[in-house]
């Protein structure tokens, strides 16, 4: 099973309501992972993910960790609901690939 890091600036309140709206989301489209909510002070100490959805804007690979060959997803459309099913739609083909 693939792990999803889902990551904003300290991994509490925004990316625990977005971590609801992944997994439903994954759910309805019968799709499994290992959801880990991150804030990005923590990235560096942690083993690579398979994919890196963040909520904040600006995450470049190499900012907080080796992220070279992660796919990495602008999930901000998980706290608004805009263009969300185009985010899911990403990490489905990241899931999958």
Do not use: W
């Amino acid at each position: 099973m693939k792990t999803i890091y889902l990551a904003c600036g300290s991994g509490v309140a925004s990316s625990g309501m977005a971590e609801h709206t992944l997994k439903k989301k994954l759910d309805e489209r019968k799709l499994q992972a290992n959801v880990v909510v991150v804030g990005f002070r923590d990235l560096a100490g942690r083993s690579k993910p398979d994919i890196m959805v963040s909520i904040a804007p600006g995450l470049e690979k190499g900012n907080y960790a080796k992220l070279d060959g992660v796919v990495v997803i602008q999930g901000v459309s998980l706290l608004t609901g805009i263009g969300i099913e185009k985010t899911i739609d990403e990490i489905e083909a990241a899931l999958k690939a």
